[in-house]
């Protein structure tokens, strides 16, 4: 009787898994179409929004197919944005090319200060504030997953972050937007938690969403946040925040110093007393 030996079967291997696609950025312009079919929207001037807001410190001027490429719009609606900016005077090209926005943008961002109580009201608050104790002091509000600056006084200091009013800072790494956070309704707070881009900008950042989540509970149990270096080597501040008669925290006002010079205790025992009475004072003009 023959025995066939049949061949060895080469045991199969494990199917590698592809690494997964790195995430598509949303482009600003994608950010408008769940607004299609709303009759009300005005998708024009959206889209002017969006031009004016790709305009940065870091890209003060750019050319058509810059914009079209950083917003997403196509060329001919960029250049229809920008022809109408220019003809109301908010933009302009010294060359005929590269974009730039003009000093007449500024009655936009004055408007909102001068008939803002919140802005309007801290502002003198603040600079009563540096005026006595020699410290850069800020107010600002929530923006989305950011913190805006909404009014401002600094003394000459070095620091590499140019702050000012309209500047935007991460909330998750600034003591302000800690605050803010802090004071978020639960399911606001974990919506934010959920979404949130933990980056870290130095070796301090905090990147755990648990560790996060535990500091706010802190934060809101102590009544003031202090971030050290999170956001800038070099940098570190001390906020408090600001209620509305509801009991809401509308707002936060924080100190921020260069950390070799000011101390955490110093934080603690010296400004923090200062900050509360200003966030007490500044809450009396929201009643």
Same mark, same amino acid.
């Given at each position: 009787m023959s025995l066939t030996t049949r061949p060895a079967t080469a045991p199969s291997l494990p199917t590698a898994t592809p690494p997964p696609s790195p995430p598509v950025k949303q482009t600003p312009a994608a950010s408008l179409d769940v607004y299609t079919g709303d009759p009300n929207f005005m998708t024009s001037l959206a889209r002017g929004?969006?031009?004016?807001?790709?305009?940065?410190?870091?890209?003060?001027q750019m050319t058509i197919s810059q914009l079209s490429i950083r917003t997403?719009? =196509?060329?001919?609606?960029?250049?229809? %944005?920008?022809?109408?900016? *220019?003809?109301?005077?908010?933009?302009?090209?010294?060359?005929?090319?590269?974009?730039?926005?003009?000093p007449r943008m500024l009655t936009l961002s004055h408007t909102y200060t001068a008939s803002n109580t919140l802005s309007s009201a801290a502002q003198p608050i603040l600079e009563r504030m540096s005026a006595t104790l020699r410290?850069?002091? =800020?107010?600002? *509000?929530?923006?989305?997953?950011?913190?805006?600056?909404?009014?401002?006084?600094?003394?000459?200091?070095?620091?590499?972050?140019?702050?000012?009013?309209g500047s935007r800072l991460p909330a998750y790494c600034t003591s302000m937007g800690r605050i803010l956070l802090a004071y978020l309704p639960p399911e606001q707070l974990e919506a934010y938690l959920a979404r949130a881009v933990l980056t870290p900008h130095t070796t301090r950042t905090v990147v755990s969403v648990e560790r996060l989540r535990m500091l706010l509970?802190?934060?809101?149990?102590?009544?003031?946040?202090? %971030?050290?270096?999170?956001?800038?080597?070099?940098?570190? =501040?001390?906020?408090?925040?600001?209620?509305?008669? =509801?009991?809401?925290?509308?707002?936060?006002?924080?100190l921020s110093g260069n950390a070799p010079r000011i101390s955490t205790l110093e934080m603690q025992t010296r400004f923090l007393p200062h900050l509360r009475n200003a966030a007490n004072e500044l809450s009396i003009f929201l009643r």
């Open positions: 929004l969006i031009v004016i807001q790709a305009f940065t410190q870091q890209n003060p997403g719009l =196509s060329r001919a609606a960029v250049r229809r %944005c920008l022809y109408t900016l *220019t003809k109301l005077g908010f933009a302009g090209a010294e060359d005929g090319s590269r974009y730039s926005l003009r410290e850069s002091f =800020s107010v600002a *509000t929530l923006d989305g997953e950011d913190i805006v600056y909404v009014a401002r006084s600094a003394v000459n200091r070095v620091m590499a972050v140019d702050l000012h009013i509970r802190t934060i809101r149990r102590n009544g003031y946040a202090i %971030c050290d270096q999170e956001y800038e080597v070099g940098l570190r =501040s001390v906020a408090v925040p600001v209620f509305a008669p =509801s009991g809401r925290a509308v707002a936060t006002i924080n």
